[in-house]
Every structure is written in C-alpha cells, then in structure tokens.
C-alpha cells in the first residue's frame, strides 16, 4: 500500500488546526451566547487567531507550490490544498477586520461587509470540502491493493 505524499500528511495538519479555529469562532457554545454579559467570559480574540491563520496560510502555500511543482502528485492534490489556502486566507482576513473593529472603529466593519465576506468563505469552504472529499477517495482508491 502506498504511503501519503509528506505534502498532504502536513495539508492535514494544517486542517486540523484551521478547524479548530474555525471551530472556537462559528460553533455555538454557550459561552458565546452569554459573553456579552460583562467580565463573565473572555470574547473571542481576533487577533490570535488572525496571527495563527496567517502562520498557516504561509505554511500551506509553500506546500501548495510544492505540489504544483511536483510532477507525480496525486491528482487532484494541488487543487484541494489551493482551495484550503483560500478559505483559510478569507477565514484570516475576516478576523483581521473584527481585530480591527475590536481596536476602537466599531465602523470598521459594517455588517453588510461581513455578510458577503461570510458569504464568500461558505463558498469556499464548500468547495474545499467537495475537493477535498473527492482526494479522499481518490487516495483510498489508490492504497486498495489488487487481490490475487
């Protein structure tokens, strides 16, 4: 059996981490719903995630130009790692606009703006997930030895 390409065994590590972020900024928990209730639980910050997402989205775009450049990548490696490097990017630059909005300019970002940037990170998301599924089974239809 085949192993994982280095490239995508460090893709999904870099997953793993985005989704817990993504994970602590959209999942609903209780502690978000009664933050706004003073100095009872701490609100989210922005700005670490902001500087975690950005140390990401370095690390997966040199993988990704490393998988482009290779000649024997797994199909379809190269275009799930570039749709992961976008919604991680547009997942950075809306923290970094509620970072800068939790710097003082609450018109800093309008609502509307962020319904289209959340809008537009859906898409992404939703694309990656399909990418990313189908590389899946691309890979274990790959790792499936013949039988004889």
Not at 57 to 67: C, E, F, N, Q, Y
């Amino acid at each position: 059996m085949p192993e994982l390409p280095d490239e995508l065994i460090r893709t999904n590590a870099i997953l793993d981490e985005y989704v817990k972020i993504h994970d602590s900024i959209f999942k609903f928990s209780w502690r978000k719903a009664l933050s706004s209730v003073p100095g009872l639980f701490k609100t989210t910050d922005f700005g670490a995630h902001f500087i975690d997402l950005d140390r990401l989205v370095t690390k997966l775009a040199a993988i990704s130009a490393a998988l482009k450049a290779e000649p024997g990548a797994l199909e379809g490696s190269h275009h799930y790692t570039e749709a992961l490097l976008e919604t991680i990017r547009a997942l950075r630059d809306i923290c970094r606009r509620f970072y800068e909005q939790s710097q003082g300019d609450l018109g800093k970002y309008p609502m509307a703006e962020y319904h289209t940037d959340l809008k537009t990170y859906e898409v992404l998301m939703n694309k990656c997930q399909g990418l990313g599924a189908a590389l899946n089974q691309r890979i274990r239809n790959t790792q499936v030895e013949p039988e004889g």
